[in-house]
């Protein structure tokens, strides 16, 4: 007799057809599914749906006891057993509403009109430390001077001029970073002065990074911002340095702030790093990275 309530009580949940979305909490999440059951048979629960889109304005409600979860979705055709499409979130949201905004962020309603987000590499940032330091400028040495767009503002024997703004890029080592952890150095200061260290194309700011005096070298730990700019045909991450005092200016990149662990160049596979020296791309070498490497978390 058990057995045949079960099935009876089976029936009348089908029947109730509307949509089959809600669970899990969520909140007048109506989505595509079937209001024509493809099958009821199975263990005692189990729900099978059919292929019949209802899109109604309808709210279907599956209520149980279930110590565990109250809906569990699962394709055996291999696809997503949940898809959530982006609309627009609505201005007030109820509290344990899901969903996808336009721009296809998770986002969840907390009620009184408050939204969360779920985190995601696509728009939050992580440091990334390097495993070995990288010295990017040296203003004593040609061959470590190739970083810099603007190489009139160094004198004849490379120093940065009192008053003048070097231009760095930094796209060898990060795509698109948005902060910086470094070192820099006044070496050999001809006045006493300061340096600072700033994203590039954007204003000066009031406070300086190292001060220095007359021959003597001085360096500080830098963490700052660093961004794109659309000069000197497009930089993905740079970084400024102004001087006060004309000195020969010494830059050490020990990690970066990224959306992504393969935006540092160095956390790319060989791979990546040799169709980045052979393209010349940052970019292309991320987007090969991120191609061929599983990730192991």
């Not at 627009?88 to 969903?99: L, Q, R, S, V, Y």
């Not at 969840?108 to 390097?130: E, H, I, K, Q, R």
């Not at 260290?197 to 005096?213: H, K, L, M, R, S």
């Amino acid at each position: 007799m058990q057995e045949e309530d079960n099935a009876v009580n089976r029936r009348k949940l089908l029947r109730r057809a509307g949509t089959v979305a809600a669970g899990l909490g969520v909140a007048g999440a109506a989505a595509a599914v079937s209001s024509s059951p493809a099958s009821a048979a199975g263990v005692d629960g189990d729900v099978g749906l059919g292929t019949e889109s209802n899109s109604g304005a309808a709210t279907t409600t599956i209520t149980s006891s279930s110590a565990t979860s109250t809906l569990t979705l699962a394709n055996t055709g291999g696809g997503a057993g949940l898809v959530l499409t982006p609309a627009a979130w609505p201005a007030t949201p109820a509290g344990g509403a899901i969903g996808l905004n336009p721009d296809g962020y998770l986002l969840y309603g907390f009620g009184d009109g408050l939204t969360g987000a779920v985190y995601d590499t696509s728009w939050a940032y992580m440091p990334v430390p390097l495993q070995s330091p990288q010295r990017v400028l040296d203003t004593r040495s040609s061959s470590l001077r190739g970083n810099v767009l603007n190489p009139s503002v160094l004198d004849s024997v490379g120093r940065l001029k009192d008053g003048a703004t070097l231009h760095l890029t930094l796209d060898d080592h990060c795509f698109f970073g948005a902060g910086v952890f470094a070192t820099v150095a006044a070496i050999s200061p001809t006045a006493s002065g300061y340096l600072k260290v700033f994203p590039i194309d954007t204003p000066e700011p009031a406070t300086a990074n190292v001060g220095y005096v007359t021959n003597q070298n001085t360096s500080n730990s830098v963490f700052t911002g660093a961004s794109w700019t659309t000069l000197y045909g497009g930089i993905s991450t740079g970084l400024s340095i102004k001087a006060k005092g004309t000195t020969h200016v010494i830059l050490d990149i020990f990690g970066f702030v990224v959306g992504d662990l393969f935006d540092v160049a160095e956390q790319a596979p060989l791979a990546a790093q040799s169709l980045r020296a052979a393209s010349g791309s940052a970019k292309s070498s991320r987007e090969e990275a991120r191609k061929n490497f599983k990730r192991a978390w």
